[in-house]
């Protein structure tokens, strides 16, 4: 059995490079949390907090964000995707419940598909399964153009007026601004590559019903980068799936109502626990 060291902004070697994480809590079945473009994993500290004393938590740095630094690969969902993989396989982790924001859900909903075996549960939040469409992806082109001539600031400041619901803007200055500074911390590099990676991104609409895992789909009310409809969508389309939506809240339902998106979480959770534990007495009715 591997040893395993706990705490926050730990470091560990995989598929050359340094991934950071906070690895929090202590149970059977980690929860995983994986952040959205172009944040880090400090988005889910209220989550952490909330769940550590009941779970294992952890949360990651995506390859290229945060402290997980990386300014010379070619990023892609299917790469970050094999990074998650190997992170799990590196600290002897052989099943978990992945948790993903936006970018983070397409890496989830990408890994279930890639790697079943290693998910117990998914919890999907402010995502969604469609590739882009055309005229998003040129868009997304343009401003890669623009970023790499002159820089990500005028990005960067659109990006985080859109991903909050309006009031928040107003009523929540300290957490707008707390993610703004996530956000200026990435390298031009960072926030291109991984525009090029959320363009090239295939669907995995058509590999919803496949998963037969319990799946949670939480969106905010006011998201309007990957609007409530496309959650409706995942949830009809996915068999074994919990839907819960948050009110006064735009693309981070988690940052903006945190103690509402914690309870779904802990709510969910909990049936994922009493799944488990009516497997095991079946399984021990066989013998």
């Not at 991903?163 to 707008?176: A, G, H, I, N, P």
């Not at 802990?266 to 007495?281: C, I, P, Q, S, W």
């Amino acid at each position: 059995m591997k040893t395993v060291t706990q705490g926050r902004d730990l470091s560990i070697p995989i598929n050359y490079f340094n991934l950071s994480y906070d690895d929090l809590g202590e149970g059977d079945l980690p929860i995983i949390f994986l952040h959205g473009f172009p944040f880090d994993k400090s988005m889910w500290q209220e989550q952490l907090e909330a769940l550590a004393p009941s779970y294992r938590v952890i949360a990651c740095d995506i390859r290229g964000f945060g402290k997980s630094r990386d300014e010379v690969t070619s990023f892609s969902i299917d790469l970050f995707s094999i990074d998650l993989a190997r992170f799990m396989n590196a600290l002897g982790i052989k099943k978990a419940i992945i948790c993903g924001l936006s970018m983070g859900g397409y890496i989830a909903l990408n890994f279930q598909k890639k790697y079943p075996e290693l998910v117990e549960a998914l919890i999907l939040c402010d995502t969604q399964c469609i590739s882009d469409p055309k005229d998003v992806k040129e868009g997304r082109l343009l401003e890669i153009n623009d970023i790499e001539e002159n820089g990500p600031a005028k990005f960067n400041e659109k990006f985080i007026r859109k991903v909050f619901y309006e009031d928040s803007l107003t009523q929540k200055k300290e957490v707008v601004e707390e993610l703004k500074k996530v956000v200026d911390a990435n390298s031009t590099h960072i926030i291109a590559e991984g525009l090029r990676a959320l363009s090239a991104r295939t669907e995995t609409c058509s590999s919803l019903s496949d998963i037969p895992v319990p799946t949670l789909i939480i969106c905010g009310r006011e998201d309007q980068v990957t609007p409530l409809a496309q959650s409706e969508f995942m949830h009809r389309a996915t068999e074994n799936s919990y839907f819960r939506v948050i009110d006064k809240a735009g693309h981070v339902s988690n940052l903006e109502q945190p103690e509402i998106f914690n309870q779904h979480l802990k709510d969910f959770l909990a049936k994922v626990t009493d799944m488990e534990e009516e497997n095991r007495v079946q399984e021990r009715s066989w013998f």
